[in-house]
């Protein structure tokens, strides 16, 4: 059985920092990326940054782009998502995802999702 389980969220002022992470276990035949995506209250599910299994290549959304680093540590079959200068904006509930869907921003070709973790930026 796959399962992702995301850590790290919480609650920080804005301008602040905070690291997330995600480890999946169980097994998974083929692995073309993993991701990063949010869900603020009231609002849907985004793309917040991906990071392909192939070369490690990364893509973020314009928002946070030049704030957030999505890495991995494939030996420990984990990722991170660094988060710097946090805005009010940030505020949702942030979930890894993983699958063989291609190296997409598209959440429905991710077949593994963890559960979220709550991240809430304070003004």
């Known amino acids: 059985q796959v399962q992702l389980v995301e850590s790290g969220g919480g609650l920080v002022q804005a301008g602040g920092s905070l690291r997330l992470s995600c480890v999946v276990s169980?097994?998974?035949?083929?692995?073309?990326?993993m991701g990063w995506y949010r869900q603020a209250p009231g609002k849907e599910r985004e793309f917040v940054a991906l990071?392909?299994?192939?070369?490690?290549?990364?893509t973020y959304t314009n928002s946070v782009k030049g704030r957030f680093t999505i890495s991995r540590d494939n030996a420990e079959n984990m990722i991170y998502l660094q988060m710097n200068n946090l805005e009010p904006e940030d505020t949702a509930v942030y979930y890894c995802?993983?699958?063989?869907?291609?190296?997409?921003?598209?959440?429905?070709?991710?077949?593994?999702w963890g559960q979220g973790t709550q991240v809430t930026v304070s003004s």
């Open positions: 990071i392909s299994n192939d070369d490690g290549s990364t």
């Open positions: 995802a993983t699958g063989a869907g291609g190296i997409t921003s598209q959440a429905d070709r991710y077949n593994y």
């Open positions: 169980g097994s998974i035949d083929r692995i073309n990326a």
